[in-house]
T-cell receptor, first 108, second 113 residues
Framework: AQRVTQPEKLLSVFKGAPVELKCNYSYSGSPELFWYVQYSRQRLQLLLRHISRESIKGFTADLNKGETSFHLKKPFAQEEDSAMYYC??????????FGKGTMLLVSP | DGGITQSPKYLFRKEGQNVTLSCEQN?????MYWYRQDPGQGLRLIYYSQIVNDFQKGDIAEGYSVSREKKESFPLTVTSAQKNPTAFYLC????????????FGDGTRLSIL
């Protein structure tokens, strides 16, 4: 069965520090992975997807099939990056399996 | 902003009562989804629908029911059989397909009186 693991419930860093939010997955097929973000008082929204190989708001994520990981990285954290981050795996034709989420707190 | 509208924002249910949560979208998306969000649990899929008049159970469908009579609407009924209904419920929609992002509503918080 498919599974997404985000090992950290909370990640606290100082402004300007590098950030890495971990995501590991278990899936027998070809994985399609996403990162979603929920800022305070805003809707859950797509941050990036691995198929696009894009950088959004300075964040990048590389799919590592050998390590079954899709970690989210940013070289220099900003206070406005504070939010709840969810890693998600496309587990069916259009359905997603979400991890439990990691709260990122960026302190000044 | 438009997109997906969930109502009400807050809902209270008495013991033994069924309640229905509304979800409407104006994005012309074929697929719609209902998730339950509990603290520390992430999002868990309740039901989803890929086309009008068809829907499938997700991971935690017991105690819930849905209908999809119109493309724009996907209401969720929390029945009295759902023994722990207190949660935050999120509705989403997407263009059909594995690579398509899901667009979420603001959610409905359901509490038991």
């Amino acid at each position: 069965a498919q599974r997404v693991t985000q090992p950290e419930k909370l990640l606290s860093v100082f402004k300007g520090a590098p950030v890495e939010l971990k995501c590991n997955y278990s899936y027998s097929g070809s994985p399609e992975l996403f990162w979603y973000v929920q800022y305070s008082r805003q809707r859950l929204q797509l941050l990036l997807r691995h198929i696009s190989r894009e950088s959004i708001k300075g964040f990048t994520a590389d799919l590592n099939k050998g390590e079954t990981s899709f970690h989210l990285k940013k070289p220099f954290a900003q206070e406005e990056d504070s939010a709840m981050y969810y890693c998600a795996l496309a587990s069916g034709y259009s359905t997603l399996t979400f991890g439990k989420g990691t709260m990122l707190l960026v302190s000044p | 902003d438009g997109g997906i509208t969930q109502s009400p924002k807050y809902l209270f249910r008495k013991e033994g009562q069924n309640v229905t949560l509304s979800c409407e979208q104006n994005l012309n998306h074929d697929a719609m989804y209902w998730y339950r969000q509990d603290p520390g649990q992430g999002l868990r899929l309740i039901y989803y629908s890929q086309i009008v008049n068809d829907f499938q159970k997700g991971d935690i469908a017991e105690g819930y029911s849905v209908s999809r009579e119109k493309k724009e609407s996907f209401p969720l009924t929390v029945t009295s059989a759902q023994k722990n209904p207190t949660a935050f419920y999120l509705c989403a929609s997407s263009i059909e397909g594995r690579y398509q992002p899901q667009h979420f509503g603001d959610g409905t918080r359901l509490s038991i009186l």
